[in-house]
């Protein structure tokens, strides 16, 4: 299969549907599986807390929720940005969708070193992953959200190489997702009470 805008698949009525959302379908067999993890690391989040509500309380108060705050704006705006690159290659524009494919992984990055300042600050603390049950799940649960936006800071890379609309769009796609995950690890490990 080759890297450029005549892709599609070969059967498309054996991806259920999915071959009519934007970028490659398999990857969002992968977004859609990627929830499904998240959702359930968020589900035992929420369900260990029942059990300990003023231990992960106290715990919480040690987040940093103003890093926190920033880096969900930090990747909205790169969300954004990753937009704006899927509206260049609609456009024809291959060096200005290149550009904002940069400016979204600049934003990942600057991402992660806020997220790197976090856990150091954990770390000087005294503070580890077997700390408490509280920051064992925050430590796994936002390492591997971390993770993923290493894994999309490599898929945008790829893709700048090869801008076609379905390699961005799919870029994009997956961006999105780290970007949505996000917003629904924010409030529930450094908000919800």
């Known amino acids: 299969m080759s890297?450029?805008?005549t892709e599609t698949p070969d059967d498309e009525a054996s991806?259920?549907?999915l071959e009519h959302l934007p970028g490659h379908p398999i990857m969002w067999v992968l977004i859609l599986s990627e929830l499904v993890?998240?959702?359930a690391f968020l589900l035992v989040f929420?369900?260990?807390r029942i059990g300990d509500p003023a231990g992960f309380a106290q715990d919480q108060l040690q987040l940093d929720r103003l890093a926190g705050g920033i880096n969900?704006?930090?990747?909205?705006t790169s969300g954004l940005f990753a937009v704006l690159a899927t509206k260049a290659i609609n456009e024809d524009n291959r060096s200005g969708c290149r550009l904002?494919?940069?400016?979204?992984s600049i934003f990942g990055?600057?991402?992660l070193i806020i997220k790197l300042m976090e856990y150091t600050a954990k770390f000087d603390a005294g503070i580890g992953l077997e700390s408490t049950t509280f920051f064992t799940l925050y430590f796994l649960i936002t390492g591997f959200h971390a993770l993923h936006v290493v894994l999309g800071l490599g898929i945008l890379g790829v893709v700048a190489i090869w801008p076609s609309r379905i390699n961005v769009e799919t870029a994009a796609a997956f961006w999105?997702?780290?970007?949505m995950v996000w917003v629904l690890v924010f409030p529930v490990i450094y908000l919800v009470r």
């Open 46 to 48: 929420s369900a260990v």
């Open 100 to 104: 904002w494919l940069l400016a979204t």
């Open 15 to 17: 991806w259920g549907g």
């Open 72 to 76: 969900t704006l930090v990747l909205l």
């Open 109 to 111: 990055v600057i991402f």
């Open 37 to 39: 993890v998240f959702g």
């Open 3 to 5: 890297l450029g805008d």
């Open 176 to 179: 999105h997702m780290v970007d």
